[in-house]
């Protein structure tokens, strides 16, 4: 078991451009959760999948925001036409279903993104 | 909605002092209560966690409470080490709707350097 991984570590990026970022989770979980984190702060929900169905979706998600999940495995979230605001760091998490123990998630290392 | 409330850092301390970290939460229902713990240029980890009134979390030497009745999960530490230096996050289950799914709301974090 190596832990959520997440890719690429670091993003920059110019404003208007599109970047997608790749989590990949714990092999036996099944739920997969984003969360954004700026700079002081703790993280903030994003959106939420069990298995491949994406179940939630946080309103600071807004439509420039889109997260896959295909075959409930890896997951991937997109940022169309990006700007300074989105400047965060990107957290993915994962965690199992078994009973009350369901809520614990553990998380990855995160993305870095950028926009200048 | 739910919240979190930490106290604001940087809290700085001695090695072998006591630590405490105050935590306040405000939620509907029954949630679980998580410390996590983030150390420079690393990803949140699990510290510890309480799943109901009165439980107490321990992990590391760390210790919470789960209180009911004051809305608090404190966060304590007998003899803190240099190696504890981090950031710490305070966070509940929270429901999404009426769904019973749940995320995770975070207070704001609170950095604790500890001297030598």
């Known amino acids: 078991d190596t832990g959520v991984s997440q890719n690429p570590r670091h993003k920059i990026t110019k404003r208007g451009q599109n970047v997608t970022f790749r989590c990949d989770p714990i092999?036996?979980?099944?739920?997969l959760y984003w969360y954004r984190q700026t700079l002081g702060q703790g993280p903030e929900f994003l959106t939420y999948?069990?298995?491949?169905?994406?179940?939630?979706k946080s309103r600071l998600l807004s439509d420039r925001f889109s997260a896959e999940r295909p075959k409930g495995s890896f997951s991937t979230l997109e940022i169309q036409r990006t700007e300074q605001g989105d400047s965060a760091m990107y957290l993915c998490?994962?965690?199992?279903?078994?009973?009350?123990?369901?809520?614990?998630?553990?998380f990855g290392p995160g993305t870095r993104l950028t926009v200048t | 909605g739910d919240s979190v409330t930490q106290m604001e850092g940087p809290v700085t301390l001695s090695e072998e002092a006591f630590l405490t970290i105050n935590c306040t939460y405000t939620a509907t229902g029954y949630p679980s209560l998580f410390w996590y713990v983030q150390y420079p240029g690393e990803g949140l980890q699990l510290l510890l966690k309480?799943?109901?009134?009165?439980d107490k979390g321990s992990n590391k030497g760390f210790e919470a409470t789960y209180r009911k009745e004051t809305t608090s999960f404190h966060l304590e530490k007998g003899s803190v080490q240099v190696s504890d230096s981090a950031v710490y996050f305070c966070?509940?289950?929270?429901?999404?709707?009426?769904?019973?799914?749940?995320?995770?709301?975070f207070g704001s974090g609170t950095r604790l350097q500890v001297q030598p």
């Open positions: 309480a799943t109901k009134a009165d």
């Open positions: 998490a994962s965690s199992a279903t078994r009973g009350r123990l369901s809520y614990e998630q553990y």
């Open positions: 966070a509940l289950s929270t429901l999404l709707g009426d769904t019973g799914r749940r995320a995770l709301t």
């Open positions: 999948f069990q298995n491949e169905a994406q179940l939630e």
């Open positions: 092999s036996e979980h099944n739920r």
